[in-house]
């Protein structure tokens, strides 16, 4: 039997209607195929749960503080989309009981994203909370009702708030709210609107993400026409810079750079808020994660794999009874290396050397020294007794930090046959 994993994704690729912006892996008007969707994920859960076995316990409390490793983190379940919310609360229960045998319900953190156009009502999130999905995150995207008009969603900003205002009822405590800034037509106004709306609500989790124009997407090929003018650099770095100021003035500490959570008066610098989603925290450390459903991805080092994307070709390949990956990738030791730095280093914590060590099996120092001196010496990186970690200046120009580790890797053969995973 192959070594448990602690994090898992389940992809549910069908929307009511897909997005101007996304490029994700869904699929709208194919409400007729997710009982058999559903009944497919499960045969695929089953047999990871033949292969991996079952999760260990979630850590003790008190475990996230720094340095931050791996083994902090609680095991977690996160339903994403498309919009799992789509399902009945029937489906949603028989894809959890298949999941609860690779990662236990009872002591992970699971996440569902949610539409609040398609949430049906307060009894359907009382549901869900008692299926025992802990945490929950709404797509809102903005809270000015024509520029959703023009993204393709299917809510107003009104019933965006009335959705989250059912969840707290619901009994939900754990709500992160999603926003994109640098949308078609967004002012810097407007933009401010929305984080002093935001502030009011008072969620416990915030992400903000900047517009990405896809290729292929219609909202790429509308700004590309010129029919749709979104704004320049300069305006969409203004309106972070904003909402940093805000949020934190706000009391919300920001634990990476398109996140933040509600943040405790004992909290400390090299600690992660309480309210951080340790699924994606999974991500940034570079952590191995099981990926299931149409499209998902999964990391094993030394391999990472994605399925099929369609979901008639999804459903046929588990009816056939093998597991639906599409393409496995081989994973080297320099991989490891950069991609737990580039992936860390979004943390406002950093990449601790003990995380290093844990996760890649070597010093950091000796595999990046030189680079980490070079990046203090300009100022964007900060390295201190615990770890290193970007500067605000370094995370405005993060990129640049991240290409640094990638052109200038140390190591040596001399090393490579101590590498542990």
Same mark, same amino acid.
């Given at each position: 039997?192959?070594?448990?994993?602690?994090?898992?994704?389940?992809?549910?690729?069908?929307?009511?209607?897909?997005?101007?912006?996304?490029?994700?892996?869904?699929?709208?008007?194919?409400?007729?195929?997710?009982?058999?969707?559903?009944?497919?994920?499960?045969?695929?859960?089953?047999?990871?749960?033949?292969?991996? /076995?079952?999760?260990?316990?979630?850590?003790?409390?008190?475990?996230?503080?720094?340095?931050?490793?791996?083994?902090?983190?609680?095991?977690?379940?996160?339903?994403?989309?498309?919009?799992?919310?789509?399902?009945?609360?029937?489906?949603?229960?028989?894809?959890?009981?298949?999941?609860?045998?690779?990662?236990?319900?009872?002591?992970?953190?699971?996440?569902?994203?949610?539409?609040? /156009?398609?949430?049906?009502?307060?009894?359907?999130?009382?549901?869900?909370?008692?299926? /025992?999905?802990?945490?929950?995150?709404?797509?809102?995207?903005?809270?000015?009702?024509?520029?959703?008009? @023009?993204?393709?969603?299917?809510?107003?900003?009104?019933?965006?708030?009335?959705?989250?205002?059912?969840?707290?009822?619901?009994?939900?405590?754990?709500?992160?709210?999603?926003?994109?800034?640098?949308?078609? /037509?967004?002012?810097?106004?407007?933009?401010?609107?929305?984080?002093?709306?935001?502030?009011?609500?008072?969620?416990?989790?915030?992400?903000?993400?900047?517009?990405?124009?896809?290729?292929?997407?219609?909202?790429?090929?509308?700004?590309?026409?010129?029919?749709?003018?979104?704004?320049?650099?300069?305006?969409?770095?203004?309106?972070?810079?904003?909402?940093?100021?805000?949020?934190?003035?706000?009391?919300?500490?920001?634990?990476?750079?398109?996140?933040?959570?509600?943040?405790?008066?004992?909290?400390?610098?090299?600690?992660?808020?309480?309210?951080?989603?340790?699924?994606?925290?999974?991500?940034?450390?570079?952590?191995?994660?099981?990926?299931?459903?149409?499209?998902?991805?999964?990391?094993?080092?030394?391999?990472?794999?994605?399925?099929?994307?369609?979901?008639?070709?999804?459903?046929?390949? @588990?009816?056939?009874?093998?597991?639906?990956?599409?393409?496995?990738?081989?994973?080297?030791?320099?991989?490891?290396?950069?991609?737990?730095?580039?992936?860390?280093?979004?943390?406002? @914590?950093?990449?601790?050397?003990?995380?290093?060590?844990?996760?890649?099996?070597?010093?950091?120092?000796?595999?990046?020294?030189?680079?980490?001196?070079?990046?203090?010496?300009?100022?964007?990186?900060?390295?201190?007794?615990?770890?290193?970690?970007?500067?605000?200046?370094?995370?405005?120009?993060?990129?640049?930090?991240?290409?640094?580790?990638?052109?200038?890797?140390?190591?040596?053969?001399?090393?490579?046959?101590?590498?542990?995973?």
């Amino acid at each position: 039997m192959m070594n448990p994993v602690r994090h898992l994704y389940i992809h549910v690729p069908f929307c009511q209607r897909r997005c101007a912006y996304c490029d994700f892996n869904t699929y709208a008007n194919l409400e007729h195929r997710i009982a058999a969707y559903v009944e497919a994920l499960c045969q695929e859960l089953d047999s990871y749960a033949r292969q991996l /076995g079952r999760a260990p316990a979630a850590p003790p409390e008190g475990t996230a503080a720094a340095p931050l490793t791996r083994a902090a983190l609680r095991p977690t379940i996160f339903l994403g989309g498309g919009t799992p919310t789509m399902l009945s609360l029937a489906q949603i229960e028989r894809v959890l009981q298949a999941a609860d045998a690779i990662v236990p319900l009872a002591e992970a953190e699971v996440t569902t994203e949610a539409n609040p /156009g398609t949430v049906i009502d307060e009894a359907y999130l009382r549901g869900l909370r008692s299926l /025992g999905i802990n945490r929950i995150s709404f797509g809102v995207q903005t809270f000015h009702d024509p520029t959703l008009r @023009v993204l393709g969603r299917i809510h107003t900003a009104a019933e965006a708030i009335a959705t989250y205002r059912q969840a707290l009822r619901a009994g939900f405590t754990r709500i992160n709210l999603d926003f994109i800034f640098g949308l078609p /037509g967004q002012t810097l106004a407007q933009w401010t609107q929305t984080l002093d709306r935001l502030i009011d609500l008072a969620p416990e989790h915030v992400s903000l993400y900047s517009l990405i124009l896809e290729p292929g997407t219609p909202l790429h090929r509308q700004v590309t026409s010129g029919s749709v003018r979104v704004p320049d650099d300069d305006t969409t770095a203004a309106m972070y810079e904003l909402a940093l100021e805000r949020l934190a003035a706000a009391g919300y500490a920001q634990y990476e750079i398109s996140n933040w959570a509600r943040a405790a008066a004992t909290s400390g610098d090299q600690e992660l808020p309480a309210g951080a989603c340790h699924h994606n925290v999974a991500y940034w450390l570079n952590a191995d994660y099981l990926g299931c459903g149409a499209g998902a991805h999964g990391h094993r080092y030394p391999q990472r794999w994605h399925n099929v994307l369609g979901v008639e070709d999804y459903i046929a390949a @588990v009816r056939q009874g093998r597991l639906p990956i599409a393409e496995t990738s081989a994973l080297s030791e320099d991989d490891l290396f950069e991609e737990t730095m580039l992936m860390g280093l979004r943390l406002n @914590v950093g990449v601790s050397y003990a995380h290093f060590r844990e996760r890649c099996g070597h010093d950091l120092r000796a595999i990046y020294g030189a680079t980490i001196d070079e990046l203090v010496e300009l100022g964007l990186l900060t390295a201190d007794a615990v770890g290193v970690r970007l500067t605000p200046r370094g995370r405005m120009l993060g990129n640049e930090v991240f290409a640094r580790f990638l052109r200038e890797r140390t190591t040596s053969e001399a090393i490579r046959p101590s590498l542990r995973t």
